[in-house]
């Protein structure tokens, strides 16, 4: 494991240049770049409002109607998260990965936000294990519209293909990860011998168990994140600074090596 920053961008972008496969694992730590709260923490939302009901989805399906209600009105104590996220833009560490991505040296990216800002950035190959806050999906079929096109004449709004009923596609407590999502997180993770961890706090799973299950099939880790996780001992090198500091430093010395 290799902890001062020079020598771990030069490793880092020797281990990418070199593997097949390069998956991203990106959690809140990126997002809060751009000024989105993260959940945990001293100034996360729910140290400061105290975590969701863990039968948020329970809810849900017991009461839509009142939930679409609720969402209309933006009620409740995320107020300041949906603010956040109406004006935060893509950071340098977002538009790294669209280069790594651009120049085929990254493959796919698994994010744990809902911010679609890995889209803003020009990502192309995303799954978004907790959802999308743009879309709206149908709890049955996992037909997924952005918000502004699908019309709701009326609450809760029904599927035109299946009937069932359609929530905002964010995955709520108690609410099982999408089949589709799930699924295509474990073939990246099965293809992966390099993942990136990008500002994962590495304790919410599924996600958290993908980087182990690499590291396993004996794959490599690349952590990049300005705080020590519980990944960091397994991880091959280690960058201690914010993905928007380190990643494009990165993307430029692994551009480097393959014009070379």
């Known amino acids: 494991m290799t902890d001062d920053l020079e020598q771990a961008i ?9 593997a097949r496969h390069v998956v991203a694992l990106v959690g809140a730590g990126l997002s809060a770049e751009s000024g989105v709260p993260t959940f945990r923490g001293p100034e996360g939302l729910w140290t400061k409002h105290g975590e969701p009901d863990l039968r948020d989805y329970e809810r849900f399906a017991q009461d839509p109607k009142t939930w679409w209600e609720q969402r209309i009105e933006r009620a409740g104590r995320y107020g300041e998260l949906v603010r956040a996220l109406e004006t935060a833009q893509p950071n340098a560490g977002h538009y790294a990965l669209r280069d790594l991505e651009g120049t085929g040296q990254l493959q796919h990216i698994i994010t ?30 996992n037909r997924r519209w952005p918000l502004d096109g699908f019309p709701i004449e009326e609450l809760p709004p029904h599927c035109p293909d299946c009937g069932g009923i359609v929530k905002g596609d964010t995955v709520m407590f108690g609410e099982p990860i999408p089949h589709d999502a799930l699924e295509e997180c474990v073939n990246q993770t099965r293809m992966c011998d390099c993942m990136l961890l990008v500002g994962t706090s590495a304790v919410v799973y599924p996600a958290a168990g993908f980087p182990v299950d690499v590291k396993t099939s004996g794959g490599t880790l690349i952590e990049c994140n300005p705080n020590e996780t519980p990944l960091t001992e397994i991880s091959d090198v280690v960058l201690r600074a914010p993905a928007g500091a380190a990643l494009p430093r990165v993307a430029g010395r692994v551009r480097e090596m393959s014009v070379g």
């Open 112 to 141: 744990q936000n809902i911010d679609n800002l890995h889209q803003a950035a020009g990502s192309l190959a995303i799954t978004e294990i907790h959802g999308n806050r743009t879309k709206l999906r149908c709890i049955n079929c």
């Open 10 to 18: 030069d490793e880092a972008a020797h281990l990418i240049v070199r």
